[in-house]
Each structure stands twice: as structure tokens, then as C-alpha cells.
């Protein structure tokens, strides 16, 4: 059974960082394109950033130069080192493993709230 166990969320204040971690089970990463999403309320879910098996990154506009998306397959691990938080990122954020043939799987997602 796959499984993909998010955690790091929670409340900050803008301008400050958070480090989200996706821990995964019953599959071993290395094999697949590792991202995270997020999802706002009264919004369509959204392609944050993802890493493909060969380190290549991709981000979205809006997190570029803020947001860092890393792997660790040895822990069988993702994470996104998320800095300057504004408002908008307040979202609840979702991993994901897709191979590149066949899997797509996701985590039951984190909340990420950024105020004052």
C-alpha cells in the first residue's frame, strides 16, 4: 500500500519559512517525479514545484525564488523549504508521486496558513 504522509504545516506570519516534509511508503522514490500542490479554498489545486528523478526542478511564477524543492531518496523523502510567506500561500498542500508510465498517488495534504 502506498503511502504518502505530509507534515511541516502550520501558522506563520508573512515573511516567515516553513520546511514541509513528504515522508513515502510503498514505493521507493527515486523512481518517480516528486511535486507539491496546494489547493486554496474556492480554488482549483496547483502545481507548486516538482523535482523529476534527475534533480530537474520545475516551479510555479508565483514561488519562484522563494520556495525550494528538494529529494532525499535515501529517506525516501521530499521536501519544500518554503521562505517569505505571503498571504496567498495559505493553502492546504498536497504531495505527489507520478511515474512516469504508470502510478500517480497522493498525500492527504497539509494546512499552510500564513497571517498576522
Known amino acids: 500500500q502506498v503511502q504518502l504522509v505530509e507534515s511541516g504545516g502550520g501558522l506563520v506570519q508573512p515573511g516567515g519559512s516553513l520546511r514541509l516534509s513528504c515522508a513515502a511508503s510503498?514505493?521507493?522514490?527515486?523512481?518517480?517525479?516528486m511535486g507539491w500542490y496546494r489547493q486554496a479554498p474556492g480554488k482549483q489545486r496547483e502545481l507548486v514545484a516538482s523535482?523529476?528523478?534527475?534533480?530537474?526542478?520545475t516551479y510555479a511564477n508565483s514561488v519562484k525564488g522563494r520556495f525550494t524543492i528538494s529529494r532525499d531518496n535515501a529517506k525516501n523523502t521530499v521536501y519544500l523549504q518554503m521562505s517569505s510567506l505571503k498571504p496567498e500561500d495559505t493553502a492546504v498542500y498536497y504531495c505527489?508521486?507520478?511515474?512516469?508510465?504508470?502510478?500517480?498517488?497522493w498525500g492527504q495534504g497539509t494546512q499552510v496558513t500564513v497571517s498576522s
Open positions: 510503498g514505493i521507493s522514490i527515486m523512481f518517480y517525479t
Open positions: 523535482i523529476t528523478r534527475d534533480g530537474t526542478t
Open positions: 505527489n508521486a507520478r511515474g512516469e508510465v504508470i502510478g500517480n498517488f
